[in-house]
């Protein structure tokens, strides 16, 4: 049976942006999802313990070839290099403000980020048949080239949308309507 796991962006939660919609408009259709609540917060968000948490639903075989997984900012990167090491295939990615080996947000931003990044990034397209990139061309932590280039290497079809900022609720996405039509 299909499944959806939301993984939500550095120093976020669950409940941020447009990821509690997206839950309740899945769930409403009677579908499976889950929205971990990843450790956030320098000492405390990295690699290691994100993927201690999503270790967790794998190793109850919640992540599987049926899966789609959906993640913002960081989260992407995360998700990658996570199926990549772990060698778990999956049916769909759907990536929103993705990137890789940027650094220059800011001082906190940079130190939970960096143990995300990865060299083999484009590995990930053996670990899943489709991988949509969501992206904006104004976006105020991240540059557009970043976003871009993470969208260049990684997918089987890129949305630009432009002066959507970082496609959350400081830049008016409560909502994503966008989205839906790629689930």
């Known amino acids: 049976?299909?499944?959806y796991f939301i993984i939500h962006g550095s120093?976020?939660?669950?409940?941020?942006?447009?990821?509690?919609?997206?839950?309740?408009?899945?769930?409403?259709d009677g579908k499976q999802v889950y929205v971990p609540?990843?450790?956030?917060?320098?000492?405390?968000?990295?690699?290691?313990?994100?993927?201690?948490?999503?270790?967790?639903?794998?190793?109850?075989?919640?992540?599987?070839?049926n899966t789609i997984i959906i993640g913002h900012s960081i989260a992407p990167v995360f998700i990658s290099k996570f199926?990549?090491?772990?060698?778990?295939?999956?049916?769909?990615l759907i990536f929103v403000?993705?990137?890789?080996?940027?650094?220059g947000i800011n001082d906190e931003y940079d130190t939970v980020n960096k143990s995300m990044y990865f060299d083999n990034l484009e590995d990930i397209k053996k670990y899943a048949n489709e991988i949509i990139c969501f992206y904006s061309d104004n976006d105020p932590?991240?540059?557009?080239?970043?976003e871009k280039e993470f969208a260049d290497m990684v997918s089987t079809e890129k949305i630009l949308i432009p002066n959507a900022g970082?496609?959350?609720?400081?830049?008016?996405?409560d909502t994503f309507e966008d989205i839906v039509n790629y689930l």
């Open 97 to 103: 403000c993705g990137f890789n080996n940027y650094l």
């Open 141 to 146: 932590y991240v540059r557009y080239k970043e």
């Open 166 to 173: 970082h496609i959350n609720s400081e830049s008016g996405y």
């Open 1 to 3: 049976m299909e499944n």
């Open 83 to 92: 199926l990549v090491q772990n060698k778990v295939k999956v049916k769909k």
């Open 37 to 65: 609540s990843f450790p956030i917060g320098v000492g405390y968000q990295n690699y290691e313990n994100w993927s201690k948490l999503l270790k967790y639903y794998l190793d109850l075989g919640l992540i599987n070839e």
């Open 11 to 28: 120093f976020s939660s669950p409940y941020s942006n447009w990821i509690g919609w997206l839950h309740d408009f899945i769930e409403s």
